[in-house]
Structures are given as structure tokens and as C-alpha cells.
């Protein structure tokens, strides 16, 4: 036995380099110094001296040694490929490059220098070179195929798809067309944007196997990604020819072919299919959810009530799941049927809490419904779940403004504030509650700072200015300030009554009674108030016309009948002093 040979067999089995040491040292007499001389003798001396310092990780100590071995025994093999992995745990990589391929040019048939050296070169990021080795040996042992798979590996990782495709060509040759070799081709083309051949892979795939529809499900899912629908449709009816009660191409067939008809005719065509307790609800809810979003984005009453009728076929196949009441509340939320969607909301929370997005809509419809009770509850409670969350502080912060906590709701503006760092939207929205908190508590000064930030975000929002406006009147402070807000409001949306009443207002404080009774009627006939008929009824008693006063403070209390204050006025048929 030769120390070479062992010297192989070591790399293949031994269990720790102690081992590997151990046996060169005793069997190095045996390869290349069968002689017996001093010298040679000194040389195996030196090598296993070598090998100690490796093991110990002294490899400043190791290099040298193996350096002299070499320079006194060139064609020594073993002592090149030590001194290789010698110097690559020492990081020094290019030299250690260099005796690797020094080692695999004294023994090119050992296949475990190739193989270390393609490693090295892997760690070194020098892809080309990898792909190189593993290609020699590919043609040295042809009946390995996993030289190849390297090769176009490194291929790829070189950035040289054209050249990892031929690798994977010469191995469909060899292999036959098999779905791993088909999609690392199919990515490749993508990365590429070569689109048709990536087709081309997946269409070979499903003619190799004609009766897996798994690949001709890759093949639609492709064709819808890259937008080409009609493509995907015609996939999808080979499947139903294939398996006719295919689910997913049935869904993808009967509500494509009839989204855009008849409402009656696409709840048909779905409804034997939602009524499958068979066909999985994820399944299903991926059908309807892009039909959803047409809904958000158009308002679409008639196939808004389509898609309920579906999640009502949904509720009795799929009973007590939580994705069917959030479709539901989805529905109802994005057609403005707020007490709707809350119900379906609270249903979905029941049985699932820890979907953020269903508590910010939960919350948004007991905003919109003015249940500010009920919202300071239940945004406590989704705080309990997301406490990081800057949107549900700001509505938690709304609901105690609304019901009276100033002071509460001042600390979870300014947390709200804090985690809605990045998000300009919610910090948009945060600012101006603020400001109005408080200003209800009085602190002014810090009001005017949060206006002024929200005015520098979005300084052309008729809203914001008409709420900074309100504030300055209720105080009393800066009218000329009220009436650039005010009139800037009503410019920006010209005919919205809630601005003109604002503008009405402005003009009363002023003593321009005329103009504020003109501006306050055209509001009050949009959109009739208990606050606009209130303010009529004040500015026409400023002007002597007590009767039509009167009149207008009593539909004021008749619209809001515990309005304060307003019973004294039509009593006195006076202002109050």
C-alpha cells in the first residue's frame, strides 16, 4: 500500500486530521522516499514536524516547513496539497490557489484535489474557474452527473446564463427532459426576459408528461404573471380536458368567462364550486379577492352584491372560518356599509385576532359610524395584540378626544406620532388631532405647532385648513389668519358646504353679516346641520330679522334636539349675553 493511495482513501473516511497525520507520518517512507538515505530521512522528518504545527494551527510555523519539502522534493504531490490548505487557513487564498493546482497538476487523475480546488476556488468567488474544474471532471467521469449540475452552477453564479443553459441542454440529453433541470432552464430565461423560451421550458415539460397537470398549472400560473391571460385560459381548459374537476382551473375558467357579464351568470358559475367542501378555501378566496379590489376601486354596488352572495355560499362550506367574515366586512367596507363590515369584522376577530390589517378596518368603521365608546374599547384591545402600531394609537387617540379625554388622548397622539415615524400618511393624520386636542385643552401655542407641521405636509388640504380656521374662531385669535384659511379652504372646493359655512362663519366674527348670511344659507341648503342653522339663526338676529332668526334656530334644535343652548335662544329670541 502506497501512502499516496492511503493517503486518498484518509480523505474519503478519516474521522479527524490527527488520524490522517498520524498514518503519513508512519507510512511516508513508503511513497516517494523508499530510499533510506540521511537525507531523506530528514525530509520525512520534516514533513510530519509540518503536519504537527498544521494541526496545532500554528501556520506560520507549518508554511515554512512544507515550503522546504517542496523546494527540496518537487514533485511531491501530497506535500503541494498540504501546504495549500495550510496557507487557505492562514487567508491567504491566491497562494493557496497556487499549490492546489500545483498538486492537481502532479496527480491530475486524484479526484479529491480537483474537488478541494474547485472548493477553493468557490470560496475565493472565482466562478468561472469553479465551473471550469467541474467541467473536467464532468468529462472525466462522465457517469457523474453532479459535475454538470456544479458546472452550470457556478455558470450562473459567474452571470453567464447562455453557457449554464447549454449545461443543462447537454444534461436534458443525457437525463431526459425532468422538472429540476426544466425549472433552473426556466429561471435562467426569465432572469434573461426572454419570456418565450421560459414558456418553451414549461410547455416541454407538460408534452413530456402529458398527464401531470401540476405542470401544466406552472405553465397558466407563468402565462398569468407576465399578463398573458388569454394564454393562461386556453392552459387551463387542456386541464379541464385532462381532470375535469380540477378546481383550480374550473375557478380560473367560469369566473374569467363570466367576471365580465352578466352578475347573475359569474355567481352561478362559481357557486358549485364555492359549494365544494372539497375545494379548498384559500383557493377559492384567491378567485374573488382581484374581484375585491374592482370593488374598492369603482364602488361597484352590483358586483359588490354578487361577491356577498358568494361568501354566503362561503359561511355554509367553510362554517367558522375567519377569512370568510373578512371577505364579507372587505365587501361591505370598500361600498361604505360600515355597520356591515363592522359586524363581519367583529365576527373575524372572534375567531381570529392576529390579522392586523381586519382590527385597522374593525377600527375605521366604529370611526366613520362615530361610536367613539366602543372605538377607545376595542382600540385598547387591539393594542393588547399590536402594540407597535402608530395607526391604532391615533384612533384610540380620536376616540378619547371624542369622548372627553383631552389629556389621554394627547399621550396617544404623541405615541401614535412616535411610531408613525415613516409614514407620512398617519403622521399627516396625527398632526392635525392633535392640534385639536390641544387646542380643546387650551395650550394654544402647541396647537399652532402641530397646524404649522401639518400645513408644511400638505399645505393645499381644504380640510385642514377649514379644522385650523374653526380653531381660530372658537378662540378668537387671529382673524385675518381665519379668513386666509377659511377662504383658501373654499377655493380649493369650491361648493362644499362645510366650507362655505366655514367662510359664513369667518364673516360673522368680522361683522360682515351680509356676506355670512348669504354663504351660511347656500351651505345649510346642501347640507342641512344643526350647526349651520344654529349659526343662520345667530346671524340673522344680528341683523334685526328675528322672525327668520327664530325660525332657523328651531330646525336647528329639531335636527339635533339635546343641542345645547339653543332652547334659551328661541326663548329669548335673543343672543345670549
Known amino acids: 500500500m502506497t501512502v499516496k493511495y492511503l493517503y486518498n482513501i484518509l480523505l474519503k473516511t478519516a474521522n479527524g486530521k490527527a488520524l490522517i497525520a498520524f498514518l503519513l507520518a508512519v507510512f511516508f517512507i513508503g511513497n516517494s522516499y523508499a530510499q533510506h538515505s540521511e537525507v531523506e530521512a530528514k525530509l520525512q522528518s520534516v514533513f510530519i514536524e509540518a503536519n504537527k504545527e498544521k494541526l496545532l494551527g500554528n501556520y506560520d510555523k507549518a508554511i515554512p516547513l512544507f515550503e522546504e519539502v517542496l523546494s527540496k522534493d518537487p514533485s511531491n504531490d501530497v506535500a503541494a496539497f498540504e501546504l495549500s490548505r495550510v496557507l487557505n487557513e492562514a487567508k491567504r487564498g491566491q497562494e493557496a490557489i497556487k499549490y492546489a493546482k500545483k498538486a492537481v497538476s502532479l496527480d491530475p487523475e486524484n479526484l479529491w484535489y480537483a474537488l478541494y480546488l474547485g472548493d477553493l476556488y468557490h470560496s475565493m468567488e472565482m466562478y468561472t474557474d469553479a465551473a471550469a474544474v467541474f467541467g473536467d471532471l464532468a468529462i472525466k467521469h462522465p457517469e457523474n452527473e453532479d459535475y454538470l449540475l456544479k458546472k452550470a452552477f457556478f ?92 378546481a383550480e382551473a374550473l375557478l380560473a375558467v367560469k369566473g374569467k368567462s363570466n367576471a365580465g357579464g352578466n352578475m347573475n351568470d359569474f355567481v352561478a358559475a362559481l357557486k358549485p364550486i364555492f359549494n365544494n367542501p372539497d375545494v379548498g378555501l384559500d383557493m377559492k378566496v384567491r378567485e374573488i379577492i382581484p374581484q375585491i379590489q374592482v370593488v374598492a376601486n369603482t364602488g361597484d354596488q352590483n358586483l359588490a352584491a354578487g361577491l356577498l352572495e358568494l361568501t354566503q355560499v362561503l359561511e355554509k362550506t367553510h362554517p367558522g372560518e375567519a377569512k370568510v367574515y373578512a371577505i364579507a366586512g372587505d365587501i361591505y367596507f370598500h361600498t361604505g356599509q360600515y355597520e356591515e363590515a363592522k359586524k363581519q369584522y367583529a365576527k373575524t376577530l372572534e375567531l381570529d385576532e392576529s390579522v392586523y390589517l381586519v382590527w385597522e378596518q374593525y377600527l375605521i368603521c366604529l370611526e366613520e359610524l362615530k361610536d367613539y365608546e366602543e372605538l377607545a374599547k376595542q382600540s385598547e384591545n387591539a393594542l393588547d395584540v399590536f402594540p407597535n402600531q402608530g395607526m391604532i394609537y391615533y384612533l384610540n387617540g380620536i376616540a378619547r378626544r371624542e369622548t372627553g379625554d383631552l389629556p389621554g388622548a394627547v399621550l396617544s397622539l404623541n405615541q401614535a406620532r412616535i411610531m408613525s415615524g415613516r409614514n407620512p400618511h398617519v403622521l399627516y393624520s396625527v398632526e392635525i388631532e392633535l392640534a385639536k386636542a390641544y387646542h380643546s385643552l387650551n395650550k394654544f401655542e402647541k396647537s399652532d405647532e402641530s397646524f404649522a407641521k401639518a400645513i408644511e405636509m400638505n399645505p393645499k388640504d381644504p380640510f385642514l385648513l377649514q379644522s385650523y380656521a374653526e380653531c381660530l374662531l372658537e378662540r378668537g385669535a387671529m382673524p385675518e389668519k381665519a379668513m386666509e384659511m377659511a377662504s383658501l379652504a373654499a377655493e380649493l372646493q369650491p361648493g362644499n358646504p362645510s366650507m362655505t359655512a366655514t367662510l359664513g362663519w369667518v364673516n360673522y366674527q368680522e361683522g360682515n353679516y351680509e356676506k355670512a348670511e348669504a354663504a351660511l344659507k347656500e351651505a345649510f341648503s346642501k347640507k342641512p346641520s344643526a350647526e349651520i342653522a344654529e349659526r343662520l339663526g345667530d346671524t340673522l338676529i344680528q341683523q334685526n330679522k328675528t322672525e327668520e332668526a327664530v325660525g332657523f334656530w328651531e330646525k336647528a334644535l329639531e335636527l339635533e334636539p339635546g343641542r345645547k343652548g339653543i332652547k334659551e335662544k328661541i326663548s329669548t329670541r335673543t343672543l345670549p349675553k
Do not use: C, W
Open 155 to 246: 455558470l450562473v453564479k459567474a452571470n453567464q446564463p447562455d453557457a449554464a443553459i447549454e449545461v443543462y441542454e447537454t444534461l436534458e440529453k443525457k437525463m431526459g427532459i425532468n422538472e429540476e433541470i426544466t425549472r433552473r432552464k426556466h429561471s435562467l430565461y426569465l432572469g434573461m426576459g426572454d419570456y418565450k423560451n421560459a414558456a418553451k421550458e414549461l410547455i416541454a415539460l407538460g408534452n413530456a408528461f402529458p398527464n401531470n397537470v401540476q405542470y401544466k398549472h406552472l405553465l397558466a400560473t407563468f402565462y398569468k404573471q407576465i399578463g398573458e391571460e388569454g394564454k393562461a385560459q386556453n392552459v387551463y381548459e387542456e386541464i379541464l380536458n385532462i381532470a375535469p374537476d380540477d
